[in-house]
């Protein structure tokens, strides 16, 4: 695959993450706000926004290297009634605006909670309806390997399962940070992790193995299809068999490392501190997973006719 064949991968992961992160962080804030002070979690989750934010400029920046004619990528929105592709790049605006509007209201207006709570699940939606209309964009005909509603399925698994994990992470962070800054809401940061680390780890889990799931699926289906599927199949167990592997062994290892370090750290009620290093490993497997599965995504692929 060439620079302009991985932008798409790249666009797809990055904006998948970022609406799953938005998810996860929005209902850690919904779930959190009757434990802790709201305008603290708000405080709180101000850094993950930001890095959100940054993610979806950088996955709209990089879709661009796919055009010829980059400059030209608005007029893909005139064809918004009978497009899927016109559709995604809409709601790709309509989530990149609302979150930013939601980032600003949270830092420069935190009272005005009611506006920021509407915004954030109306960002939501918006980004859940991006992935839908990114994910009908595959199911074509001329591509048996992915005319398959399992491209649906892995696609808003994917998203969720990196948006958790990846909020993980930046919550690890901004605990650190703050540790360094020696901040005076080092411990609300830590009670936050604590609150949320079963739910997020058990989110994983979950979305794991429902991964697994959906690529057995796919296998078994492409088993059962004509002379195309079937090539398809035997490109992925064949050439590209140790990614293949490779795949399975992150999405397998990096749940359960991560299920561990967390039933060891509610056992033994130590800090949340201890997470760190289980949760930088478990995010970046469950990355390298996901970069894997989106390459096989493309690389096994056939088209038929035109």
């Given at each position: 695959?060439?620079?302009?064949?991985?932008?798409?991968?790249?666009?797809?992961?990055?904006?998948?993450?970022?609406?799953?992160?938005?998810?996860?962080?929005?209902?850690?804030?919904?779930?959190?706000?009757?434990?802790?002070?709201?305008?603290?979690?708000?405080?709180?989750?101000?850094?993950?926004?930001?890095?959100?934010?940054?993610?979806?400029?950088?996955?709209?920046?990089?879709?661009?290297?796919?055009?010829?004619?980059?400059?030209?990528?608005?007029?893909?929105?005139?064809?918004?009634?009978?497009?899927?592709?016109?559709?995604?790049?809409?709601?790709?605006?309509?989530?990149?605006?609302?979150?930013?509007?939601?980032?600003?209201?949270?830092?420069?207006?935190?009272?005005?909670?009611?506006?920021v709570s509407g915004l954030g699940w109306l960002a939501i939606v918006f980004g859940f309806i991006l992935i839908y209309c990114?994910?009908?964009?595959?199911?074509?005909?001329?591509?048996?390997?992915?005319?398959?509603?399992?491209?649906?399925?892995?696609?808003?698994?994917?998203?969720?399962?990196?948006?958790?994990?990846?909020?993980?992470?930046?919550?690890?962070?901004?605990?650190?940070?703050?540790?360094?800054?020696?901040?005076?809401?080092?411990?609300?940061?830590?009670?936050?992790?604590?609150?949320?680390?079963?739910?997020?780890?058990?989110?994983?889990?979950?979305?794991?193995?429902?991964?697994?799931?959906?690529?057995?699926?796919?296998?078994?289906?492409?088993?059962?299809?004509?002379?195309?599927?079937r090539t398809s199949l035997k490109l992925l167990v064949e050439l590209y068999?140790?990614?293949?592997?490779?795949?399975?062994?992150?999405?397998?290892?990096?749940?359960?490392?991560?299920?561990?370090?967390?039933?060891?750290?509610?056992?033994?009620?130590?800090?949340?501190?201890?997470?760190?290093?289980?949760?930088?490993?478990?995010?970046?497997?469950?990355?390298?997973?996901?970069?894997?599965?989106?390459?096989?995504?493309?690389?096994?692929?056939?088209?038929?006719?035109?």
């Amino acid at each position: 695959m060439n620079v302009r064949e991985w932008a798409l991968p790249v666009y797809t992961i990055l904006m998948q993450l970022a609406v799953g992160a938005f998810f996860i962080i929005w209902l850690i804030r919904h779930l959190a706000g009757s434990k802790f002070s709201p305008q603290e979690i708000d405080r709180i989750i101000f850094n993950p926004i930001l890095v959100i934010a940054f993610t979806i400029i950088v996955a709209m920046g990089g879709a661009h290297f796919h055009l010829s004619k980059p400059f030209h990528s608005f007029l893909a929105v005139l064809n918004f009634k009978t497009s899927w592709l016109s559709r995604e790049i809409i709601f790709t605006v309509l989530f990149f605006l609302t979150t930013m509007i939601v980032l600003y209201l949270v830092y420069f207006q935190p009272h005005r909670r009611t506006l920021v709570s509407g915004l954030g699940w109306l960002a939501i939606v918006f980004g859940f309806i991006l992935i839908y209309c990114m994910a009908l964009i595959y199911l074509i005909p001329t591509q048996v390997a992915w005319n398959s509603t399992t491209v649906i399925l892995s696609f808003f698994t994917t998203a969720l399962m990196l948006g958790g994990m990846a909020i993980a992470c930046l919550m690890m962070l901004d605990l650190k940070f703050a540790e360094i800054q020696k901040a005076d809401d080092v411990d609300l940061r830590a009670q936050v992790i604590r609150h949320s680390s079963g739910g997020l780890t058990v989110l994983t889990v979950v979305l794991a193995v429902f991964s697994l799931g959906i690529l057995f699926t796919q296998i078994r289906l492409l088993s059962q299809g004509d002379q195309i599927a079937r090539t398809s199949l035997k490109l992925l167990v064949e050439l590209y068999l140790p990614l293949l592997l490779l795949r399975l062994a992150c999405l397998t290892y990096a749940p359960l490392a991560l299920a561990l370090a967390v039933v060891k750290m509610y056992k033994k009620q130590s800090a949340p501190q201890n997470l760190m290093n289980p949760v930088y490993l478990s995010c970046l497997m469950i990355l390298v997973g996901e970069i894997i599965g989106r390459f096989l995504f493309y690389a096994t692929h056939i088209r038929v006719g035109i």
